[in-house]
């Protein structure tokens, strides 16, 4: 590649980074991911660590080792106490010792007001967490048209919605984008939002407020209180994407953003959540 005086140098030395993924959540059994980083001249992502003790603790007390499960995934069973604090160090033969904190979010305070075709709308108590929203619309609800007493869960087969949208006072406007004329016409209420939106902390007070979409009949609503390390980790991690989205755009030459990372000696996140997932059918709405 030539510049205007001297040619640019492409080729960049890097070494294998530990890579660590860890995100702490009301199930019984936790996941992590483990892997050394390696340089794209090699034709390869990443590679698997086979040695490694990994230790969970919770506020100082050892909870519990995480046990191999495949190539790069690790497992522990254990269920995190809400707003627990938590340490994780990873010792691997020949690195220098990992570590990171997070803590535990609570539930969220949310409850369903009302549903009405596309906006679904919703009251939120005082919040103490930064919370993302997210849609989904289902994509098994057979048990549901058996029995309406069995509510759905989210599974990885549901299709993440992409432009959803809201009228709450207190969002983040990072990935704003119009509104949802384009997919909903004239009935399009409230600004959109690329995949998610990012309701900030500060609310004081009760509000009531609807989320908008292109819903399918049988659908979710997810409210995500996230602990400030995978609050950071995401949101930069979108901000990230969304500028490479675009093949065609210079500015990701120029782009000095870095996704967050709070594990020391290493890089990944190391964080929690809560989920609080809503259903809504034809029929009537699921907590």
């Not at 016409?185 to 989320?211: C, E, H, M, Q």
């Not at 782009?255 to 609080?276: C, K, L």
Request: net charge negative; charged share 20%; with cysteine.
């Amino acid at each position: 590649m030539n510049g205007c005086t001297e040619e640019i140098p492409l080729d960049i030395e890097s070494d294998d980074e530990v890579v660590v993924n860890c995100l702490l959540t009301t199930d019984s059994v936790q996941e992590l991911s483990l892997s050394y980083s390696k340089s794209l001249d090699e034709g390869i992502y990443f590679s698997g660590i086979d040695s490694a003790i990994i230790m969970l603790y919770y506020e100082e007390e050892e909870v519990g080792r995480f046990t191999k499960s495949g190539s790069t995934t690790w497992e522990l069973i254990y269920s995190p106490v809400l707003g627990g604090n938590y340490n994780l160090n990873i010792d691997i033969p020949g690195e220098e010792e990992i570590t990171a904190s997070t803590t535990m979010p609570l539930g969220s305070g949310i409850t369903v007001v009302s549903d009405e075709g596309n906006v679904n709308s919703f009251e939120q108590r005082k919040q103490y967490y930064n919370q993302w929203v997210f849609c989904l619309n289902a994509y098994d609800y057979s048990s549901f048209l058996e029995d309406p007493l069995d509510t759905p869960s989210v599974s990885s087969y549901d299709e993440l919605i992409e432009e959803i949208a809201t009228n709450h006072p207190n969002t983040d406007l990072f990935n704003q984008e119009g509104t949802l004329s384009d997919i909903l016409g004239d009935n399009a209420l409230y600004p959109a939002y690329k995949y998610y939106i990012r309701l900030l902390s500060d609310t004081t007070s009760d509000i009531t407020f609807g989320v908008e979409a292109a819903f399918n009949s049988y659908h979710f609503v997810v409210f995500r209180n996230s602990s400030d390390e995978y609050d950071q980790y995401l949101k930069t991690s979108l901000q990230k994407m969304f500028l490479y989205s675009d093949e065609d755009d210079p500015v990701q030459w120029f782009d000095e953003n870095e996704i967050y990372s709070n594990i020391n000696n290493g890089v990944g996140v190391f964080g929690a959540y809560y989920d609080q997932e809503f259903f809504f059918s034809p029929l009537e709405i699921i907590n």
